[in-house]
């Protein structure tokens, strides 16, 4: 099988891929592609191509509508990556706290001052003069990977930590540090935080949610931290609460020309996910993930399909279709009608489309040609 990357990938990643693979940095018919951050909403998909991997959990980049509709299995790693971004959210409520960047920047202005330097530094050092953030409200939006382990370090810096995640599960919820306090609605984060950390997506109902509205109802000199998506802040209404004073400091990871420079904001160049062992996590969640699904059929952590794995062994067929009325029965009957046994099945939708992973101890190509011939079935693979 051939595996397309797209940008350089971790080779603890790449070496899960054994001698039935080649891995390529150019292919016109790949079977599999891994992606970091390349930009993938013009690649024109083969018919061959079955599977896209993000190494990393943002799938901004992957045109999700078209793979769908052509039967392309997009996967992504979330939690990878979550102890990097976990760490540069810390540095953040530090810096955002101990006007340590323009200190920094101020001292450099220092140079050649001689002996002069250590009684110009007593003069203005009170120019940078913040709180601790030990005793203070944190506000977590979001509860996920990242979300959990920013409470956990936050809680041991000696922080309150409020929380809100409208689509938190009851396993996330089990794995919450016992000390959060859980929030029925975002307004409450606003209320009650000294700081503020985003860790939710970028979609229709939540970008530019922090805004002058949102702003409004928040704390007086108030921190907040973006390491999610630079699209959740309308940065406009942001700088003029930053002007005001209502806002104390903004630290973004998606700095964009109008926040660059601007007093009070520390805009780092996207660096969460950037370390070595947060790629080489990525890298390796990528392939296995992928790896599994094109020799088995198995699903895990897919954005656009349902997760489904089946036991067993035999050959297997995988099939992506549209939900429909009675599209199962057709499916299974498929097998039943040409005398074939199954020895294991699982099917899930999610949304308006399912997939279903059938074993068998032997798959005739008249069971194939069955089910190509069901109305709503986008792709059949015999493994």
């Known amino acids: 099988m051939d595996i397309l990357t797209l940008n ?11 001698s039935n693979y080649n891995i390529l940095e150019e292919c016109a018919n790949p079977d599999g592609i891994i992606v970091r951050s390349a930009s993938m909403h013009e690649y024109d998909f083969s018919e061959k191509t079955l599977a896209v991997a993000r190494a990393g959990a943002g799938v901004n980049n992957i045109p999700i509508p078209v793979c769908t509709e ?7 790693t979330p939690g990878a990556n979550a102890n990097a ?6 540095c953040g409520l530090m810096v955002s706290s101990r006007k340590v960047m323009a200190a920094y920047d101020w001292c450099k202005g220092l140079k050649g001052e001689g002996e002069n330097v250590g009684k110009l530094v007593e003069k203005g050092k009170s120019q940078f003069a913040g709180p601790e953030i030990s005793g203070k409200t944190l506000g977590l939006i979001g509860l996920g990977a990242i979300g959990r382990l920013v409470a956990d370090a936050a809680i041991s810096l000696g922080m309150k930590v409020v929380g809100f995640d409208a689509f938190l599960s009851d396993e996330a919820k089990s794995l919450l540090n016992s000390q959060v306090e859980l929030v029925g609605s975002v307004d409450e984060i606003y209320e009650n935080s000294d700081y503020i950390s985003l860790h939710i997506p ?6 530019g949610s922090i805004n002058a509205e949102s702003i409004s109802k928040m704390k007086d000199g108030v921190r907040i931290l973006n390491f999610a998506r630079g699209e959740l802040v309308n940065s406009q209404e942001l700088l003029g609460a930053l002007e005001s004073g209502k806002v104390s400091c903004y630290v973004t990871d998606f700095p964009t020309d109008d926040v660059i420079g601007a007093e009070n904001v520390v805009a780092l160049p996207h660096l969460g996910a950037s370390t070595p062992e947060s790629e080489e996590n990525c890298a390796y969640m990528a392939a296995v993930q992928m790896k599994d699904f094109l020799e088995k059929g198995n699903i895990k952590n897919s954005v656009n399909f349902p997760n489904v794995s089946v036991d067993g062994e035999g050959e297997r067929v995988a099939v992506i279709h ?5 599209i199962m029965n057709d499916i299974l009957g498929a097998f039943t009608s040409n005398g074939i046994e199954m020895s294991g099945f699982a099917s899930k939708s999610k949304g308006e489309y399912a997939y279903t992973l059938v074993v068998a101890e032997k798959v005739t190509d008249a069971v194939i040609a069955k ?5 709503s079935i986008i792709r059949v693979r015999k493994i």
């Open 8 to 18: 350089k990938i971790s080779k603890i990643g790449l070496k899960e891929f054994d």
């Open 202 to 207: 970028a979609t229709a109902e939540t970008k």
């Open 371 to 375: 089910i190509n011939e069901i109305d």
């Open 85 to 90: 971004v976990k760490e540069l959210v810390v």
């Open 70 to 76: 052509k039967g392309v299995v997009v996967f992504n």
């Open 322 to 326: 549209k939900e429909s009325l009675n």
